[in-house]
């Protein structure tokens, strides 16, 4: 895995084991998801007849989410960050990505189209995690804020290192 990632070939997202600050803290290395580091190759790892649904019919079918996702940790890492994910041991709460914002711990959630994000809203409104007061929802749809939920468009998740450089965040307010 470490030869992978050396090579640039794969990005590895460790999981916490409690979205808390410091990440670093809280990272268990001996559980995490592997990403493609070019989502391109991925697509080019399926099939023929599977490529042709991505490429020319657009149908991206059950795993349009994974490629989603792959393709925000390419943006993720690709712009400086490091990937971190959650998951809840015994429960379906799970985050995609979690990234340091200042003093904040920022859930990102990547959605296929622009569905409810259930993991976001218990993390943001529950109390034991006093690290994070808002996320990020990427989505296929437009810009907006909503009860602590910044929902921008999938394409701009290559912004979201500036974005939590930002110590101001202003539309929190």
């Not at 290395?29 to 080019?44: E, H, N, P, Q």
């Not at 296929?112 to 976001?120: C, I, P, V």
Request: proline fraction near 3%; aromatic fraction near 10%; charged fraction near 25%.
């Amino acid at each position: 895995m470490e030869w992978l990632e050396d090579a640039g070939i794969v990005n590895v997202c460790k999981v916490m084991d409690f979205p808390e600050l410091p990440v670093a803290a809280h990272l268990d290395a001996t559980r995490f998801k592997l990403y493609m580091a070019d989502s391109g190759l991925l697509v080019s790892m399926l099939d023929a007849e599977s490529q042709e649904d991505v490429r020319i019919r657009r149908n991206l079918g059950t795993w349009k989410g994974g490629l989603f996702e792959n393709i925000v940790a390419e943006a993720i890492v690709k712009s400086g960050a490091v990937p971190a994910y959650y998951k809840k041991d015994n429960s379906t709460l799970e985050m995609d990505f979690l990234l340091r914002s200042g003093e904040n711990l920022v859930p990102v959630e990547v959605k296929a189209g622009n569905t409810k994000a259930k993991s976001m809203r218990m993390l943001i409104d529950g109390s034991h995690y006093k690290d994070i007061r808002w996320g990020v929802k990427l989505v296929k749809g437009n810009v907006g804020f909503n009860e602590g939920v910044l929902t921008i468009p999938q394409w701009c998740a290559f912004f979201l290192k500036r974005l939590m450089k930002d110590e101001n965040h202003e539309f929190l307010t």
